[in-house]
């Protein structure tokens, strides 16, 4: 299993709010979470319904990410997340994957 641990956040925007929030979501990424040890990559997703938003993080572990949440800095963005939206959030490791032509499977 790959030791890569990718975070995916879907955000509901609060009505109006969905660019607002993917804007906060890509600023949050350029400023802070690029910066910290062991980011991987980041991409913000904007759905075409008007209120969604996916951001799809990858970081070379957990303790990385952990690293990152302690830092006081992530509870004011969260703060800053939490006025524009609701989410849910999961962590895990990639089983299997599909890039330029190549597949990669991995036991789960």
Do not use: C, W
């Amino acid at each position: 299993m790959s030791t890569t641990l990718t975070l995916i956040n879907v955000f509901t925007a609060k009505p109006g709010k969905q660019q607002e929030l993917a804007k906060t979501l890509a600023e949050g990424t350029r400023s802070f979470f690029s910066k910290q040890p062991g980011s991987l990559s980041s991409s913000v997703v904007v759905g075409g319904d008007g209120s969604k938003v996916a951001n799809i993080s990858q970081s070379r572990s957990a303790d990385d990410v952990a690293g990152f949440r302690s830092d006081p800095s992530f509870a004011d963005y969260m703060k800053s997340i939490v006025a524009l939206a609701a989410g849910e959030s999961m962590m895990g490791h990639t089983t299997y994957s599909h890039t330029g032509g190549v597949e990669n499977q991995e036991d789960a």
